[in-house]
């Protein structure tokens, strides 16, 4: 079946780095269209970037020129390079992948990133 686990969150002040990963299992994920979305403390969740099968990406104002997603085929892995991080980017990161062949999403358990000083 389908599972993404991510992992790589944690504390980080602020002007520093990480580097999220999200590890794909039960399907290709250079076939489906992948994601990470963040979701802060009472907010909605909010798309951060995307990465389609075709290699395009889209990011969100807030994190375009700081944030970079990627995929390595040889891992069946997702990532999400983080740099110049903000306090807020504080929040809970998920990735989602999507499959255009039956227009189902799947979600990941999420990875907390905070941003302190």
């Known amino acids: 079946q389908v599972q993404l686990v991510e992992s790589g969150g944690g504390l980080v002040e602020p002007g520093g780095s990480l580097r999220l990963s999200c590890a794909a299992s039960?399907?290709?994920?250079?076939?489906?269209?992948m994601a990470w979305y963040r979701q802060a403390p009472g907010n909605q969740r909010e798309l951060v970037a995307r990465?389609?099968?075709?290699?395009?990406?889209v990011y969100a104002d807030s994190v375009q020129g700081r944030f970079t997603i990627s995929r390595d085929n040889t891992k069946n892995t997702v990532w999400l390079q983080m740099n110049s991080l903000k306090p807020e980017d504080t929040a809970v990161y998920y990735c989602?992948?999507?499959?255009?062949?039956?227009?189902?999403?799947?979600w990941g358990q999420g990875t907390q990133v905070t941003v302190s000083s």
């Open positions: 989602k992948a999507f499959s255009r062949a039956t227009f189902t999403n799947y």
């Open positions: 039960g399907f290709i994920v250079s076939r489906y269209n």
């Open positions: 990465l389609t099968s075709e290699g395009a990406t």
